[in-house]
Antibody, heavy 124, light 107 residues
Framework: EEQLVESGGGLVKPGGSLRLSCAAS????????MNWFRQVPGKGLEWVSS????????YYADSVKGRFTVSRDNAGNSLYLQMNSLRAEDTAVYYC?????????????????WGQGTLVTVSS | DIQMTQSPSSLSASVGDRVTITCRAS??????LNWYVQRSGKAPKLLIY???SLQRGVPSRFSGSGSGTEFTLSISSLQPEDFGTYYC?????????FGQGTRLEIK
């Protein structure tokens, strides 16, 4: 079964840092682009970042550019999101998701499967 | 950014009904329009990609159509397990954007 499992969420103070992980199983991780999305509880979905299968092409939403860093470990079948300078507005459930094509956000990608999400709460 | 607007925002329908949800984009996104369903507390699930292609494993009662700026998701005969919030999403232009969601309740 193709599966993604996020971890690393929690409560952090404004200005703090957190590193999310996404463990992949059931498919050849190194052949797929990967993505991070987030969702404020009860609200809609927001794209955060995309990374190519090799890790050489990376894209960010303007809202996180300069603060968040996406990376991957193909040998360990894992995706990461390093989040620095966190703000209250970063509070959300963070999901990782797989996409079949190139990582570029204007490449026509769809996203499947998704992980179950991990909650990040930024509050003093 | 391309704005995605879904209508209605919510609807209630009975088992066996045909349901249609509309997604309008602020500019053409053909053919890069996808549909997802999110059931309470769960991750989104891909239903339709490239406007009209059924994702593997998704029941054939789901279908997608449209082009340019207007797209529809239809459910031909609503089943109890179809409740949830439906989202359209475009990946024609960066950033990737989603509609605000359509909450479907089963009567």
């Amino acid at each position: 079964e193709e599966q993604l499992v996020e971890s690393g969420g929690g409560l952090v103070k404004p200005g703090g840092s957190l590193r999310l992980s996404c463990a992949a199983s059931g498919f050849t991780f190194s052949t797929y682009s990967m993505n991070w999305f987030r969702q404020v509880p009860g609200k809609g979905l927001e794209w955060v970042s995309s990374i190519s299968n090799s890790g050489t092409s990376i894209y960010y939403a303007d809202s996180v550019k300069g603060r968040f860093t996406v990376s991957r470990d193909n040998a360990g079948n894992s995706l990461y999101l390093q989040m620095n300078s966190l703000r209250a507005e970063d509070t959300a459930v963070y999901y990782c998701a797989r996409s079949p094509g190139l990582a570029a956000p204007d490449n026509g990608n769809c996203f499947d499967p998704w992980g179950q999400g991990t909650l990040v709460t930024v509050s003093s | 950014d391309i704005q995605m607007t879904q209508s209605p925002s919510s609807l209630s329908a009975s088992v066996g009904d045909r349901v249609t949800i509309t997604c309008r984009a602020s500019q053409s996104v053909t053919p890069y329009l996808n549909w997802y369903v999110q059931r309470s507390g769960k991750a989104p699930k891909l239903l339709i990609y490239a406007a009209s292609s059924l994702q593997r494993g998704v029941p054939s009662r789901f279908s997608g159509s449209g082009s340019g700026t207007e797209f529809t998701l239809s459910i031909s005969s609503l089943q109890p397990e179809d409740f949830g919030t439906y989202y359209c999403q475009q990946s024609f232009s960066s950033p990737i954007t989603f509609g605000q969601g359509t909450r479907l309740e089963i009567k």
